[in-house]
């Protein structure tokens, strides 16, 4: 089935327009109230199947897919690698055919590989939502983190939000550059030559190669984390070393000429990217992103669940 | 009446004063159907009904005292008709005390028509609690039900045609107030 307004998927932030990511946070702001009710559901997709697909291991955002889809009623079946026919040999494309025979009405994907969400998007009927294909993009958690800036920081356009850390293999720095600029935010970006991107001068953002530099600048800080095996990988000299660089600890804060926003798409490195006593203080949204992330992805599955745009048309008469 | 709305032009069916006094009314007899304003609560569903229960209360802490109890419903979550028309993009707030448990529950609408719009909203007031009893009250009543619900308050009877619109207008959102019968098709 095709939504009038998002088309059959949600695969990225990159092809979508402002007005579209802009309809999914107005979609998500009512539906945050959902999640305080003592009866947690609502009947919008009753009668829907969705398959949770993940060919990665991830706690939280398959978590928040399946809260999101069983607060609007819909059935839900996971799927992991482990113990699947994958890892019998069967293809990606197989696997997803196979749970379309059985009649489903969407696919939610998350894929080591980019790109993994779109080739199975362009293969079956059932609509295809990305939760995290390679270092390409990780499209529901841009709008959660876009609600959760715009609840903090109101209206983004012209807000001065930095994305700290390593930006090259983020598919969340990815879909936040997207997201943010397309909301007429400016962006910066700040650690590590290694871990930014080697056109990252061209995109149109402010590069900040210290992150005291960032503090003085920014409204809000996404902080990524920092993916451990890079140390192996030879990006970063060592954890120490970096926390002491490029790390976002209560000291430097305190220099910042503002409040500033904490933001961080988890798991955290406690005492690498981000100290304890910053993560846990009183300018963290952290828990807030994981909230509306829930909000967030109601939207999206709400939004794509709809029927055919004609009629959709004449329904808002 | 009903010439010039097939003429295209509106048809006004109460104009800003009558309204008032209906409204008026009708909170008179609200009060009445409950005896009185205990565990009273007015839900408004999304957009125009949240404002007329916001006026029918003001004309009963007006009458009675004190200040009754309000509430905002928005059903789009529970509609039936997801799958053949599509979702409607904008998703209104609700907000109704946690729970109703016990408490005399009067829904508040603009216009009562098909009533698919009272059966989904008597629906999601189920996942809030267990009213003691739940009373509706709308503006105006333009037949053509297709389920068999009635209101217990209504402002004004109208008999429209399928190819007429019946809106209410409210001062806050549309600048003008009354109810005004239109073509379907035409600009309202």
Not at chain 2, 120 to 142: K, N, S, T
């Amino acid at each position: 089935m095709n939504s009038p307004v998002l088309g059959k998927d949600l695969l990225g932030l990159e092809e979508l327009s402002a007005e579209q990511i802009r309809l999914i946070l107005d979609t998500a702001e009512p539906l945050k109230e959902i999640s305080e009710r003592t009866i947690k559901k609502v009947p919008a997709l009753r009668g829907m199947t969705i398959v949770n697909l993940f060919f990665e291991p991830s706690t939280r955002t398959r978590i928040s897919f399946e809260f999101a889809e069983k607060r609007l009623s819909a059935d839900t079946v996971n799927v992991a690698v482990a113990g699947s026919s994958v890892s019998k040999g069967e293809t990606l494309v197989d696997t997803a055919r196979n749970l379309e025979a059985m009649k489903i009405d969407m696919v939610v994907i998350r894929h080591g590989s980019s790109g993994a969400a779109r080739f199975l998007a362009d293969r079956i009927e059932s609509n295809v939502v990305n939760a995290g294909d390679g270092t390409h993009e990780h499209p529901t958690q841009g709008l959660l983190d876009l609600l959760t800036l715009r609840d903090h920081l109101g209206d983004l356009k012209g807000k001065r939000v930095c994305i700290c850390g390593d930006v090259l293999h983020s598919r969340v720095a990815r879909s936040n550059l997207w997201g943010l600029k397309k909301l007429g935010a400016e962006v910066g970006v700040c650690g590590p030559r290694s871990l930014l991107p080697n056109a990252i001068d061209e995109m149109g953002v402010t590069v900040f190669d210290r992150i005291e530099e960032a503090i003085q600048w920014a409204e809000a800080l996404n902080i990524l984390r920092l993916q451990l095996e890079r140390m192996q990988g030879g990006y970063i000299p060592s954890l120490r070393e970096y926390n002491r660089v490029f790390g976002v600890t209560r000291e430097r804060l305190d220099r910042a000429p503002r409040d500033i926003v904490i933001m961080h798409p988890g798991p955290m490195n406690r005492g690498v990217e981000i100290d304890s006593d910053v993560a846990d203080g009183p300018h963290s949204v952290i828990l807030d992103q994981v909230t509306n992330g829930v909000a967030v992805r109601m939207a999206v599955l709400y939004l794509l669940a709809g029927g055919r745009p004609e009629l959709a048309e004449a329904a808002k008469g | 009446m009903s010439q010039g709305s097939q003429s295209g032009k509106p048809t006004v069916v109460l104009d800003a004063r009558s309204m008032g006094r209906t409204l008026r009314r009708m909170a008179d007899e609200v009060v009445e159907l409950f005896s009185g304003t205990d565990d009273l609560i007015l839900v408004g569903i999304q957009r125009r009904g949240v404002q007329l229960a916001e006026r029918i209360a003001a004309f009963i802490d007006e009458r009675e005292g004190g200040s009754v109890a309000r509430g905002a419903l928005d059903i789009t979550l529970y509609r039936d008709d997801l799958q053949t028309i599509g979702p409607r993009p904008v998703v209104g707030k609700t907000s109704l005390p946690l729970s109703l448990d016990g408490r005399n529950v009067v829904i508040v609408d603009d216009v009562l028509y098909t009533g698919r719009t009272v059966r989904a909203a008597m629906d999601e007031l189920a996942d809030f609690g267990r009213p003691a009893r739940i009373a509706l009250a709308v503006l105006v009543d333009r037949g053509g039900r297709e389920l068999p619900i009635h209101a217990d308050v209504v402002g004004k009877v109208v008999q429209a045609a399928s190819h007429l619109r019946v809106d209410v207008q409210i001062s806050d959102l549309d600048g003008d107030e009354g109810v005004i019968i239109v073509p379907r098709d035409g600009e309202g």
